[in-house]
């Protein structure tokens, strides 16, 4: 079964700095997708960036972006020039064959 | 872009009646939709996977006669929780895959619920 690991319940930073959250997961499939939501008060999950496990070229959205180590498994993301909206719970997410796994999440805070 | 709405938002019930919570794409046929439990300040849980026009796939420990599953069509699917009980209380999302292709996921807004 697929395990999604985010080891920092919670981090914090300087509003306009850059934070990088941590994921790792296990796997013995070799095709599979990766993805970053965030979730914010209102607790609609929303989709930040995906990463498929194919590609090398590691994603980048705006002012976020990913560091994919295939090998290592490990799907960590980084915001920068952090902005007091980006506030929320970030969850790190598998999809292999079947459905979508989550991580614990890590509680991001941007402190003006 | 692609919209997923659950209707309602927070619903309020006694124990022992039914809820049912219904979950749209709106701009986008869906095959597969997914319902999630997450408690508060915890992750996303599966409970399980509605497919169109079949049974819904559960997650081990999900009672499939407790959390009724339909997925009618390709933009529907809905949640009833028969005979709900105070631990049913908590936060219910669904998600869709469209069905044209894409790995991403879709969330809709959540459903809280909450049994007297």
């Known amino acids: 079964a697929q395990t999604v690991t985010q080891s920092q319940p919670e981090m914090s930073v300087q509003e306009a700095e850059t934070v990088t959250l941590s994921c790792t997961y296990d796997?013995?499939?070799?095709?599979?997708?990766l993805f970053w939501y965030k979730q914010p008060p209102s607790r609609q999950m929303i989709l930040v960036i995906r990463?498929?496990?194919?590609?090398?070229q590691n994603a980048t959205e705006n002012r976020f972006s990913v560091n994919f180590q295939k090998a290592a498994k490990s799907f960590s993301l980084k915001i920068s020039d952090s902005q007091l909206g980006d506030t929320a719970m970030y969850f790190c997410?598998?999809?292999?064959?079947?459905?979508?796994?989550f991580g614990a999440g890590t509680r991001l805070t941007v402190k003006p | 872009g692609a919209v997923v709405s659950q209707h309602p938002s927070r619903v309020i019930c006694k124990s022992g009646t039914s809820v049912k919570i219904e979950c749209r794409s709106l701009?986008?046929?869906?095959?597969?939709m997914f319902w999630y439990r997450q408690f508060p300040k915890q992750s996303l849980m599966l409970m399980a996977t509605?497919?169109?026009?079949?049974?819904?796939?559960?997650e081990q420990g999900v009672e499939k006669d407790k959390f009724l599953i339909n997925h009618a069509s390709l933009t529907l699917s809905t949640l009833t929780v028969t005979s709900a009980h105070p631990e049913d209380s908590s936060f219910y999302i669904c998600?869709?895959?469209?069905?044209?292709?894409?790995?991403?996921?879709?969330f809709g807004p959540g459903t809280r619920l909450l049994v007297l």
């Open positions: 998600s869709a895959r469209r069905t044209s292709g894409g790995e991403t996921q879709y």
């Open positions: 796997t013995s499939e070799n095709n599979y997708y």
């Open positions: 990463q498929e496990a194919y590609k090398q």
């Open positions: 997410a598998f999809r292999g064959l079947n459905d979508m796994r």
């Open positions: 701009d986008f046929q869906a095959t597969t």
């Open positions: 509605s497919n169109e026009g079949s049974k819904a796939t559960y």
